[in-house]
């Protein structure tokens, strides 16, 4: 079992150099932490896994294909392997813990 304090990982990584941590990783899963200040564009690519967001903290929009929507905390948003998707118009620091299935790049380039 691992037990990890989402709080410890935010304070000790510098996101403004990385907006990405990933913190756990087994072939079948990772799981990483994406902030983006507000007013920030995302810069992502598709990935080749399926993906999941659970939006932490922060007020923003997501285009995932031809569908935007508004995100905030507590909300779970699912994007399939090659979906193009950003989040976009951040109004509030944005704090979205990330689900990859399998691991993120194991199926290829990213």
Known sequence: MEALDLTRL???HDFSEEPYLE???VPSLSVGL???PAGTADPQQPHTEDEVYHVVGGR???RVGAED???EAGMVVFVEAGA???FHAI???LTVL???APAEGSRGER
């Open 69 to 71: 929507r508004a995100v």
């Open 34 to 36: 994406y902030v983006l």
């Open 98 to 100: 990330v689900f990859f």
């Open 23 to 25: 913190f756990l990783r």
């Open 60 to 62: 923003a929009r997501i």
């Open 10 to 12: 935010l304070s000790g």
């Open 91 to 93: 109004e509030e620091d």
């Open 84 to 86: 193009d998707h950003w």
